[in-house]
Each structure stands twice: as C-alpha cells, then as structure tokens.
C-alpha cells in the first residue's frame, strides 16, 4: 500500500507542475501529437485497406481456381511466357468433360467497349463473356432481375446483366430491367444488376461494379475468339482438399495440352490466396514504412520531453533538495518525474487519438472503410506513455540522485 500512496504522490506532483507550466507542456507534446497521430492513422488506414480488400476478391471464391495463360502474379521476366498459347474454349469443353469431381468449370474472355443507353455513354467499359455457371463459381449475386440460364447462352441471346456503378451512371436510380443498353453497335436487352462488389484494384484488377456480362456464346460471336484469352474458373467439389484438387486440375490440362512429363506447364493456375499472399507482402512493406516514419516523428518528440524534463530538473533543483531533506527517498523522486514526462505524453497522446477519429472519418468518407478501434486507441495511448517513461528515464535519475545539501544551496 505505501508503495501505491507513493506513486500516487508523485503523479499528484506531476500533475501539479504541468498545471503550472501549461504552454511548456502544450509546446512540448508536439511531437507526440504528430507521432500518436501518424500511428493511430497508419494502423487503422492498414486495417481499412486490409478489410476492404479481402471483402472484394472474396468474390473470386476460395473454392476456386482459375485457369489462364498468364499468372496473376509473378516475379520471372515476362518473355518466358508470352509465347505460352491461349486457352480456347475447346480446352474448356474437354476439362469440364475430363474432370468430373468439378462443380463447375466456367469460361470466361473479355474486352473493353463503350456502352449507351439513351443519350448517356460510358467509354471503355469491362464487358465479360461468360455463362450461366458464373452464379456457381462466384459469390456474387443478381440485386435486381436474374443472370442469363443455359439457354440463354446456347441459343446467343442478346441479354445482358450490368454492374451496380453502370445501373447508378446510365440508369440513375431508374428500373434498368428489360431496357435496351447498347454494347459498342450492338443492342442488349438488360435483365439482371449485380450486387455491389468493389474493386480488386490495388493490384490493378478490374472494379466489379463497372462490368456488363453477356452469355459467352453471343461474345464470341460478336467480338471474336480467335485471338482471345479466355480464363477457366474451375470450383473444387465441397470439403474436398484444394491442393489435391489443384494436382488433380494440372494433370488434366497437361493431358488436354499434351505436355511430355519433362515439360514446363504452358499455363497458370491463380487462386484468391495468392492475391492475398502478395497483398500481405506489399502491406507488409507499406507498414514497415509507415512505422518508420512514426518512429522518427515519436523519437524527435520524446528528445523534445528529455530537453523540457532536464530544464524542469533544473528548475526546481531547490524544491528536490527540501523534499530529500524532509525524507523524500530516490524512488520517490525517480517516480515524481517519470510520471511527470508520462502524464506530458500521455496528454499529447490524447489529443493525437482525438485528432485521429478526424482524420479516419475523412478517410473512411473519401477513400475506404477505416474506424479508428479501441485497440488501436490502446496501443496509441499505450506508445505514448512508453515513450514518455523511457525519455523522462534519464532526467529523473539525475533528479533523484543530487546531493540534498547541494540542492538546498542551489539559487
């Protein structure tokens, strides 16, 4: 209990010298605000991206593996595989054949044009090729209307199903269902608006609100498909295990593509989790970054606290010398300052967390989803006494080791 009345002292004491020099200890915290706030900001702008990322490509589907020439992403230099041949949909056909644990093997090819309807126009817009097993392969979800059925896709029809952004920019709010869209000089009859899905961008994937789908029949007819890519999305059986089904997917297209048994594969297989796995590398980068920077903001704060600690030492030579006179022992006075430059970061931290719920509601309105989370209000404020203990460290040793008879004299 003595030990507690001490400490509980000594902050009363500390607390009594910030209330009597406010503007130093305001001045002083700077650093700190700058430091609290680039920390709470960082962490809580990873989070928001982290969140919203995985949120979007969860539409990929863990489930699933995706066939295609290229992959996703690789580190070797792109002349290796720009030779590799494309994928067409005969090879689709024959896998779906081959690979009967498959739920569903679904071919997909894309362009870029622009699409009108009525006197409004939007240029370069995603158009997908696909088909009916598209609601198998994703967990993407009509809003409004229906996706196209089987027949819509064997007979080529004409009909269409348009992103959330598309039905906002040309629809404005209005019932797009059975209204004509026209894609480049052809005319779609719209029957379906996908729910919102956001963006895979920050590895320069496609936003999936701006797209249209069209049965991949009607594609093919219309655009072409002799020079096209097409992708293969490929959905494992449920409860089977991925990487066996993944073997199980490779020994098939080497077999579809004839490949002799000392032969590279001629094509990629991507799944979500390597978006994710590169995900995390580059946060892990744009952390480490971001710390360092908090880091150098927190340091030329805390020398800022050792600086006014050494003065407040100075200041009050004589007040140490009465206090060890009348019994004031070392430890008394090395927590009297300690809690001192602890309560001044401790301050400074506090603005910087009030300061940070701003900046991540700015954050969270123009950019992505980011709220500033009781944890990292923890942390934050948890830095920010650390930071105040180790640079008052040095001061209140010196303050609690000056001879008293000395201190007394001091004018």
Known sequence: MRRFDAAGESLRIALAALRANPARGVLTTLG????????????????????????????????????????????????????????????????????????????????????????????????????????????????LGRFFTESDVQTRRRVCVIGATIHEQLFEGRDPLNKELRIGRDVFRVIGVMEKQGSAGFFGGPDFDSQVFIPITTFSKIFGDRFRDFNLAVKAPPGADLADFEYELIGEMRKIRRLEPGEDDD???????????????????????????????????????????????????????????????????????????????????????????????VIDRLLMPAKLSLPIVGLALAVAVLVGLIAGLIPAWRASRLNPIEALRYE
């Not at 600086?307 to 407040?312: D, L, P, R, T």
Request: charged share 15%; proline share 3%.
């Open 267 to 361: 094509f990629a297989i991507n799944k979500m989790d390597s978006l994710l796995d590169a995900f995390n590398n580059v946060m892990g980068v744009l952390l480490l970054i971001g710390m360092s920077v908090t880091g150098i903001s927190l340091f030329v704060g805390g020398v800022g606290v050792m600086n006014i600690m050494f003065v407040s030492v100075t200041e009050r030579t004589r007040e140490i010398g009465i206090r060890k006179a009348i019994g004031a022992k070392r430890r008394a006075i090395l927590q009297q300052f300690l809690f001192e430059a602890a309560a001044i970061c401790l301050v400074g931290g506090a603005i910087g967390v009030a300061l940070s719920f701003g900046v991540a509601e």
């Open 32 to 143: 700190i605000i700058i430091g609290i706030v680039a920390v709470a900001t960082t962490m809580t702008a990873a989070n928001g991206l982290a969140s919203s990322f995985r949120d979007n490509v969860s539409v990929l589907g863990a489930d699933v593996l995706y066939v295609s020439r290229m992959p996703w992403i690789f580190n070797g230099p792109f002349f290796q595989l720009r030779n590799r041949p494309r994928l067409t949909l005969k090879e689709s056909d024959k896998l779906e054949r081959a690979l009967h644990s498959a739920v569903a093997v679904n071919p997909t090819a894309e362009t870029q044009r622009p699409i009108q309807y009525q006197s409004e126009t939007n240029e370069n817009i995603r158009i997908v090729g696909t088909t009916d097993k598209q609601m198998l392969v994703s967990s993407a979800v009509p809003e």
